[in-house]
């Protein structure tokens, strides 16, 4: 078959020889409008006149991108990205479901080898290492061994899938953040393969891959459902998007940085609503990011919904590929492909966009955002008087002043045995009654003796200072600027605070290399922001736990400790379940808050801490320029930091190189495991699907408000003996100290049914109780969430979730989806979705719906304890349907009402129509 329909496939001359390419120069003079075309969309419609077959991707799919419109349409568009890129908690699933593909292909008789990646895969192990130790030299290497302690299993499965799969690479523990590295050694900007050139393009397993937006790759996160299919050679559907065009003029202010930028952007596009959408950035103030800026923002693009945030090539692209060690004939090739094929940043005044929202980047003020929403943004100036007020609107709490405090410092000690023991003074006296009164709301302060040290924790203390997260770490001017504070801080004799728990966590080796070039890590070291691992801790919920003493003190007195991170998500419980308030803000800030050891502090009027004559030291006397920062940036950054780096990139410590794994294409299910387990979703599955059914007689397992995200619905953090999971595990003879984390446990579906709706914080209004709890509605029976799905499950009655706005918003964590299939839940009715879930929701078979505009729960008076049956499934199902629910009350009243069956396409249905994609692409596979 002709697969260059609109012959435009023409030569490139460049420095490694002559390369085919498909023109779009050559459609422009057809007569199509490429020049009005976002960037983005041309690189879309390359994608779709490259993999054209007539069959997956047809001529209307191509004519849908080449008449592109402003507003959109509900059309679908085909995307087969170049390449794949894993992280360890969303791979080792994606890795057990290919294993399990293979296994069933066996079972049918067929070669299990077929099954294989047909695009590069590269699985970066980065999500595992807990900050167990810190503050210390050896934090680092102590960090590590316990890291392979907990997860030799999970690795040596990993490493068995790199030597039994083609087109599948493992990037060791301990090497840094799978957004960094792609941003620094992955992403090429063009790749050559079979004599061909075209854009370089992936979709990745986690929300954060836009970053690589930043360097000119259109990229995104998907459910590890639909990276699975892409890695089988399915293309990826959606919607043709809109374009909201970000128009930047100006330049930063001096004591701003990127992570302000992105925090300010962050706010200003959730609030103009860019959820499902593409954003392209453009304008004169562009001239002024680096890319590190540029992939800051693109990093946070999940934070305020968009698909990609897209930074078009340009000098600046070069400039950075030139930096981080490309070769010069990689270079050569990005700049002369782009400049041939209309995507180098050029003539951006002819495009249109959807609509274009402008930010005058000097107006960009420093800020954080927080307590549990990266698009809650909070002006530093601010940030104390909002602190105060979150305190009593969140929690009841009557705030106390630092001068109150001391006059009370007396009323409650926290000594050595962990006991209780009253200190009345005389002073403190006249105060007892309001004291007793505030206790009832619990203590606003505590004090602890650990040794020869004596302090004082209270609500607003920092218990958590984490300089985490490719965010910020692949920032090199927010580094240097982090250990100037740290040296500007140690010249005047302050250190951090006793409680805080620091740790120091890079997305890349690069980045310890240039900061020792600077003779700044030791600066940092000095306030106790050791090395603690190359990988996401903090940020992914990998915080460690917290000081016992500290952590007895939180438990028993109710305090509001909070977390500072450079960090790109604080969702409830996702830092750690101790900490309720947590906020995002630049690696400078985290040491700022670090040394004051509170939040509420206004640090651009009160003074850090006092120096050893206690004189006042304010931020601004520790706060580096411009100047200095770019000043030692021009001395320590070299290719040869990224070469030396990445050229050992695959191959691990010894500890890996050790490893033992099994030989063979198939992989050796052990029944003992409790890390990796067969996923039951295609074992002896029929060859034909059966019909679609209605839902009849369903029940409400949870119904919830807005906001749940991800993270709500299946936990990645630490859980407890007392948890459905936790049981599950020590019946299985796991003691509590080896339970690892729900993130870590991906590989077992056992283990991970029992965490979905297990957040400890999850609010589910059928149940009393906080966290993953509900009401068995037949008997009024509270219990956990998997218990009665349990008994839901025996009395052959399907469930429904109820929730409102943004539901599933954050992670593309596809065991949202994966658990709540399996706890039996059929459909689930929001307000509306965040992009990610409800793809993953289809991808596993569950029905998403959405109530009409304006519709809610609350209008049609629905408390979750009615009967529902949903019809209009059976029969003439087409792509964003309307369906009927009745929900029939205990009084036996009925309501009636009609929803949008959130299947987007003709596609979507057929996945809903095989139980899932795999099971799809499984039953394609064995017809062929």
Known sequence: MERDIFQIKRSLQTADGNFSYFSLPELQKQGFPIDKLPFSIRILLENAIRNYDGFSITKENIETLLFWSPKASDKDIPFKPARVLMQDFTGVPAVVDIAALRAEVARKGKDPDTINPLVPVDLIIDHSVQVDYFGTEGAYARNIEEEYKRNKERYQFLKWAQNSFDNFSVVPPGMGICHQINLEYLSKGVIERNGEVFPDTLVGTDSHTPMVNGIGVVAWGVGGIEAEAAILGQPLYFIMPEVIGLKLTGKLPLGSTATDLVLTIANLLRKFGVVGKFVEVFGPGLANLSVPDRATIGNMSPEFGCTITYFPIDDKTLEYMRKSNRSENQIDLVEKYCKNNMLWRENEDEITYTSVVELDLSTIEPSVAGPKRPQDKILLKDFKNTFIELLHSSFNRHYITWEDREIEKSITRFDNEGGDLPVPESKALARNEEIETNSKQGL?????????????????AVAIAAITSCTNTSNPFVMIGAGLVARKARERGIDVKPWVKTSLAPGSKVVTDYLEKADLLKDLEALHFHLVGYGCTSCIGNSGPLAPKIAKAVDEYNLIVTSVLSGNRNFEARIHPQVKMNFLMSPMLVVAYALAGRVDIDLTTEPISFDSNQEPVYLK??????????????KVLSPNDFAKNYDEIFDGNEIWRNLEIPGGKLYEWDDDSTYIKEIPFFHDLPSETEPLQDIENARALLVLGDSVTTDHISPAGAFSENSAAGKYLLNRGVPKEDFNSYGSRRGNDEVMVRGTFANVRIKNKLAEKEGG???????????????????????????????????????SRDWAAKGTFLLGIKAVLAESYERIHRSNLVGLGVLPLQYKNGDTAESYGLTGKEIFSITGIAEDIKPLKEIEITAKSMNGDEIKFNVIARLDSLIEIEYYRNGGILQYVLRQFLEK
């Not at 006397?621 to 021009?634: C, K, V």
């Not at 009655?797 to 929730?803: K, S």
């Open 444 to 460: 606003q302060n505590v004090w602890i003796t650990r040794g020869d040290e004596k302090f004082m924790l209270s609500d607003g």
């Open 621 to 634: 006397d520790i706060w580096p320029s411009d100047e200095e920062i770019n000043e030692i940036l021009s």
């Open 773 to 811: 709890y509900t009401t068995f509605l037949p008997t009024g029976e509270e219990m956990t969430v998997y218990e009665a799905s349990v008994k839901y499950k025996e009395a052959q009655t399907p469930l429904i979730v109820l929730t409102g706005k943004e539901y599933g918003s954050g992670s």
